[in-house]
């Protein structure tokens, strides 16, 4: 695996204006780079695995990652097989192979450092959750974890069952503009973005993935952060509730954003994200 090694990854590159929730916003513009990062601190034992989201990659995370260097974490990213190279279309791909994935990466960390936390963005939440089931992670954070497809209002049927109905003779879809509401963000994510659509296959073995781990939840006692925006347009945004409701963590908390869409480290609360982030991993 071919893993970047510098200290920071992002360049701003100028400065871009764009309306959000009644508000001007003003944001540099970041090179985004889908590339897996292994960011060793100098200082510290402690370390911090980051696992992306279906269909994503890296690049999500990059800019939490580099905040967590500056406050004196190692961070790692890392890509899922199905996830780890550009094609044309998203190559089919399965939860299994991408927890091996994670799991290698977590117990390589775990011999090198004393203390181990993760972060898992939408699926990476997911896998995230399901690795501290069977392994010591010291801390889980969650963002915008799925665990439901959000449901718009004039779609007659729930996701899921068109995905496990009709998509099993579909095996693409075609990927709309990334969910974030910062404009050069969003700009910076689709230029590193990998995929134009999502493997439907894929997909269903999400919701195997998400079928086991919510049977896992009360057994999961690892202090956990939730962070979801009420405006995500691509999970179910109570989501995050059910896990908080059901997880067996007596250390847990649960965090809303109102103005970010799905990509929260991305988007315009990306600063308050990392605020928090930082602040529950620091205790």
């Known amino acids: 695996m071919n893993v970047a090694s510098s200290t920071s990854v992002a360049l701003a590159i100028g400065v871009d204006f764009f309306y959000v929730g009644n508000v001007w916003h003003a944001t540099a513009l970041i090179h985004l780079v889908n590339r897996p990062f292994f960011h060793r ?36 990213g890392i890509l899922y097989p199905g996830h780890d190279r550009p094609t044309p279309q998203m190559p089919a791909s399965t939860w299994p192979q991408w927890y091996e994935a994670v799991v290698s990466a977590f117990q390589a960390l775990r011999e090198s450092y004393s203390t181990v936390a993760v972060i898992g963005f939408s699926t990476g939440g997911t896998l995230a959750l399901h690795l501290a089931r069977h392994y010591a992670v010291d801390a889980l954070v969650l963002l915008a974890p799925f665990l439901r497809i959000y449901r718009p209002w004039f779609l007659p049927l729930a996701p899921e069952t068109l995905v496990l109905s009709i998509g099993q003779w579909i095996p693409w879809v075609p990927r709309r503009s990334l969910p974030i509401r910062d404009r050069p963000l969003r700009q910076a994510a689709e230029a590193a973005c990998f995929f134009k659509s999502f493997n439907l296959q894929a997909v269903r073995s999400a919701l195997d993935l998400i079928a086991q781990v919510e049977r896992e939840l009360p057994l999961i006692t690892t202090p956990t952060l939730i962070l979801q925006s009420l405006a995500d347009t691509v999970v179910d945004r109570q989501g995050g509730q059910r896990i908080y409701e059901h997880l067996g963590s007596p250390k847990k908390e649960l965090h809303w954003f109102k103005e970010s869409d799905h990509l929260l480290p991305l988007d315009v609360e990306r600063e308050q994200v990392f605020a928090k982030v930082v602040a529950f991993l620091g205790r």
Not at 51 to 65: A, D, I, K, P, R
């Open 41 to 76: 601190h100098p200082e510290g034992d402690r370390a911090c695995l980051l696992l992306h989201g279906l269909g994503g990659g890296v690049y999500e995370l990059q800019l939490l990652g580099e905040v967590l260097y500056k406050a004196g974490w190692t961070v790692q």
